[in-house]
């Protein structure tokens, strides 16, 4: 079973845009550099940036929660770690995520634009050796795992609900086509590959409310959690996994499910 790698992306703060690249460097045990490595905790949040821990997402401004959250778009430059946030096409406000006034200003604006939906100020949070992704309350190993979408599931899904589902609902870090819809799931506790990179899947990842926001509106408008449900029996779309081994991968990438 091939098929091929379509897109890389990394979110460099937890609940925002993605970050599109063209190449990424991938080492073993470890997942997409920059990938969120930053969050927007919450007021009564209580992270500690020099023993961090895994918290749950509802400890941070998300889609989840938040849906006004996607209207903020992000532009990140990594030489400086320099990140642009704008509300729709207007932008709001830069700075350094690795400087305390870069990370201080864009938190405030954030504040002012979430506005009473907040109970209070939000902070820009981040440990040079934690990643805010959801599966991180389970392991180290899973905090470092990327995240995977099979666009041929997401199909699947649309015919049955007879809607167009965007893609970007999920926050893949590897969207991947040319594959059986759900045979993701086969992947599971077994080693394939995309380009020269092994992977080893770990778990399905379940849905939560932030995919039922449309990342162009704001609005959410539909129950993808339940509509997996009620159309698959479970609500769960894409997998974790974690890489295995060094190396470069480019969209383009061909993609190698499991040995037989």
Same mark, same amino acid.
């Given at each position: 079973m091939s098929g091929t790698l379509v897109s890389i992306s990394r979110f460099p703060i937890k609940g925002l845009t993605e970050d599109r690249l063209d190449a990424v460097r991938m080492s073993a045990g470890i997942g997409i550099p920059?990938?969120?490595?930053?969050?927007?905790a919450l007021v009564d949040t209580v992270f500690d940036e020099a023993h961090p821990a895994p918290l749950p997402k509802t400890k941070f401004a998300v889609l989840a929660r938040y849906e006004k959250v996607a209207r903020l778009r992000t532009r990140y430059r990594e030489a400086d770690r320099l990140i &642009?946030?704008?509300? +729709?096409? %207007?932008?709001?406000?830069s700075g350094s995520l690795e400087e305390a006034e870069g990370r201080r200003r864009i938190a405030e604006a954030v504040t002012g634009f979430m506005g009473e939906t907040?109970?209070?100020?939000?902070?820009?949070?981040?440990?040079?050796?934690?990643?805010?992704t959801d599966s991180s309350v389970r392991s180290p190993v899973f905090m470092e795992a990327v995240s995977i979408i099979n666009l041929a599931s997401v199909r699947d899904l649309e015919a049955r609900i007879g809607r167009r589902v965007d893609y970007r609902r999920f926050r893949a870090n590897f969207l991947i086509d040319g594959i059986p819809p759900w045979a993701e799931f086969d992947w599971l506790e077994r080693d394939f590959a995309i380009g020269d990179i092994?992977?080893?899947?770990?778990?399905?990842?379940?849905?939560?409310?932030?995919? &039922?926001v449309d990342p +162009?509106? %704001?609005?959410?408008?539909?129950r993808v959690p339940l509509e997996l449900k009620d159309h698959f029996g479970h609500s769960e779309?894409?997998?974790y996994a974690s890489v295995l081994s060094d190396g470069?991968?480019?969209?383009?990438?061909?993609?190698?499910g499991p040995a037989a």
């Open positions: 920059h990938d969120r490595k930053y969050a927007l &642009e946030i704008g509300v +729709d096409d %207007a932008p709001l406000v907040l109970d209070g100020p939000l902070r820009l949070v981040g440990a040079r050796e934690h990643r805010f092994g992977l080893k899947g770990l778990i399905r990842i379940r849905r939560c409310p932030a995919t &039922e +162009d509106t %704001a609005e959410r408008d539909i779309l894409g997998i470069v991968l480019r969209p383009g990438a061909a993609v190698s």
